[in-house]
């Protein structure tokens, strides 16, 4: 995982275990972003990350899965990869590629202050590059925002 991750040029980012519940996993917003971009290639994440629920039959239960973005369940969005995380480290976050304003845009959001702020947090961004793109304002094409975070 580290090595790939060097290879996709993601430099503030170090692995310790793969399922990014330690706290010793490290990234940056802007490997994140990278990472994002990176799976996007890959079709059957897109579809996986972006099915709002699914049964499924193991032996003889049916498992039932709930994605726990509620961009993707809500439905008003257009979400082409998204993925959702929680450590009490590093918070509650969401990365996504979205189509906004009639771009492709990749958010990194990170620490949400509780349960639902980083819907909200996601909502307010909208509505902002919604209104820059109405009035004719450029949206920026990367933040300058490079903080190192946990998780």
């Known amino acids: ?21 330690s706290s010793k996993n490290q990234s940056s917003a802007h490997d994140l ?13 897109r579809q996986f990350s972006v099915t709002p629920e699914a049964k499924m039959a193991v032996g003889r239960q049916q498992l039932q899965f709930r994605n726990t973005n509620g961009l993707v369940r809500g439905g008003t969005w257009d979400i082409a990869l998204q993925k959702t995380g929680y450590i009490a480290e590093a918070g509650r976050c969401v990365v996504m590629q979205a189509t906004l304003a009639g771009r492709e845009l990749i958010l990194v959001l990170l620490d949400s ?6 819907i909200g947090d996601a909502e ?3 509505k902002w590059i919604t209104e820059h793109a109405a009035q004719g304002s450029p949206v ?4 300058s925002v490079r903080s190192p975070v946990t998780g």
């Open 1 to 21: 995982m580290n090595q790939r991750a060097r290879d996709l040029g993601m430099h503030d980012t170090r692995f310790v275990e793969p399922t990014g519940l």
């Open 33 to 45: 972003a990278i990472l994002v971009r990176a799976s996007h290639e890959h079709e059957l994440l």
């Open 113 to 118: 202050a509780g349960r639902y702020s980083r």
């Open 124 to 126: 307010r961004l909208r």
């Open 140 to 143: 920026p094409e990367r933040s």
